[in-house]
Nanobody, 115 residues
Framework: QVQLVESGGGLVQPGGSLRLSCAAS????????MGWYRQAPGKQRELVAA???????NYGDSVKGRFTISRDSAKNMVYLQMNSLKPEDTAVYYC?????????WGQGTQVTVSS
């Protein structure tokens, strides 16, 4: 079992920044991918950013150049720095862990971009 706890969501004005954090605990396999996904009302969940333990990084097209994912493997943490936020970034953001035969999701944290 792997537990994921997200934090850092909230309300921010357009053009602002937020930093999300996700703490993983439990049976962490050393080779894994951790990332962020989001789901807006009425839309499918989509990839925001993911980073493997080997350093490979993927970003969703809509966030490239604005969001940055980082990891602290020693602390089993993954972060998402979100800059130049837009109203269309409003969604529930979920942390995801993928390891050996394992796929876990956090509870999600709400991000609202509005003036």
């Amino acid at each position: 079992q792997v537990q994921l706890v997200e934090s850092g969501g909230g309300l921010v004005q357009p053009g602002g920044s937020l930093r999300l954090s996700c703490a993983a605990s439990g049976s962490i396999f050393r080779i894994n991918t951790m990332g962020w996904y989001r789901q807006a009302p009425g839309k499918q969940r989509e990839l925001v950013a993911a980073k493997s333990s080997g350093g490979r990084t993927n970003y969703g097209d809509s966030v490239k150049g604005r969001f940055t994912i980082s990891r602290d493997s020693a602390k089993n943490m993954v972060y998402l720095q979100m800059n130049s936020l837009k109203p269309e970034d409003t969604a529930v953001y979920y942390c995801r862990y993928q390891g050996l035969n394992a796929d876990y999701w956090g509870q999600g944290t709400q991000v609202t971009v509005s003036s």
